[in-house]
């Protein structure tokens, strides 16, 4: 990152977003709950051709992947490129976290280790996007 400005408002997104993973993988009861008829709409789906394999396991998995994108992409804007992988490995670690508290406090929650995995997807998927929009940058501004 090039200005003192745009550190700053990755630290307040960044900030923030962590606050909401935090509320999410701590919240007492499972995430899904309050969105019950949402997720019973889109398996409804399946009535109109969608394959059977999507169900309720691909939708909570995709659903992880995507929560962890942000993640991902907020923590490569803070490192350099050479360290991208900082960022995987930290998203990585906030999803152990996460899961580890559930497991240890959460008696309504359920650990899992495929969650960990979906999420350590969805951060390096950030983390990729942010290193091809540098990459992109560099291309196209001359840069080497």
Do not use: K
Request: proline share 6%.
């Amino acid at each position: 990152m090039r200005t003192r400005r745009t550190r700053i408002i990755v630290a307040i997104l960044g900030g923030l977003y962590l606050a909401a993973c935090l509320a999410v993988g701590f919240w007492p009861t499972p995430a899904d709950r309050p969105l019950g008829g949402v997720v019973a709409g889109m398996l409804a789906l399946r009535e109109t051709g969608v394959p059977d394999a999507v169900g309720y396991g691909t939708l909570e998995a995709l659903a992880n992947v995507a929560f962890f994108v942000p993640v991902g992409a907020l923590l490569a804007a803070v490192f350099p490129r050479r360290l991208l992988w900082v960022a995987v490995l930290l998203a990585m670690a906030l999803s152990g976290l996460i899961e580890l508290g559930q497991l240890l406090l959460l008696p309504a929650r359920f650990a899992s280790w495929g969650d960990i995995i979906a999420n350590s997807i969805g951060g390096a998927m950030g983390a990729a996007a942010v290193a091809a929009a540098r990459r992109h940058r560099s291309r196209s501004s001359g840069a080497p």
